[in-house]
Nanobody, 130 residues
């Protein structure tokens, strides 16, 4: 059974940094795409960053140059280093996984659509204050 647990959320002032972790276990497939999503109150869940088992990385335009996604394959842990956090708010960050790699992704479908991910963690709260 796949189990994913996020950690590292917390409160930070605008412009600050946080490093999120997602510990995964029980993954039954040889391939994967693992991603971070976030959801602000009253808004839709949006893709932030993705890394797949081929080493391909994607970022949402809004976080390029500020966020870095990485994965430790020994620890089976996904990370998201977030710098220059803005705007102020209280988004929940989730890690998600799917067995498809980006090369296998349905044609014309963005990686950032949450419905295409079958496995999710419970989320970790991030609070960015002004």
């Amino acid at each position: 059974q796949v189990h994913m647990v996020e950690s590292g959320g917390g409160s930070v002032q605008a412009g600050g940094s946080l490093n999120l972790s997602c510990a995964a276990s029980g993954w039954p497939h040889n391939t994967y795409s693992m991603a971070w999503f976030r959801q602000a109150p009253g808004k839709e869940r949006e893709g932030v960053a993705l890394i797949d088992s081929d080493g391909i990385i994607r970022y949402a335009d809004s976080v390029k140059g500020r966020f870095t996604i990485s994965k430790d394959n020994v620890k089976n842990t996904l990370y998201l280093q977030m710098n220059s956090l803005n705007p102020p708010g209280t988004p929940m960050y989730y890690c998600a996984a799917e067995y498809l790699t980006l090369r296998q992704w349905p044609y014309g479908v963005s990686w950032s659509i949450p419905q295409y991910f079958g496995y999710w963690g419970q989320g970790t709260q991030v609070t960015v204050s002004s």
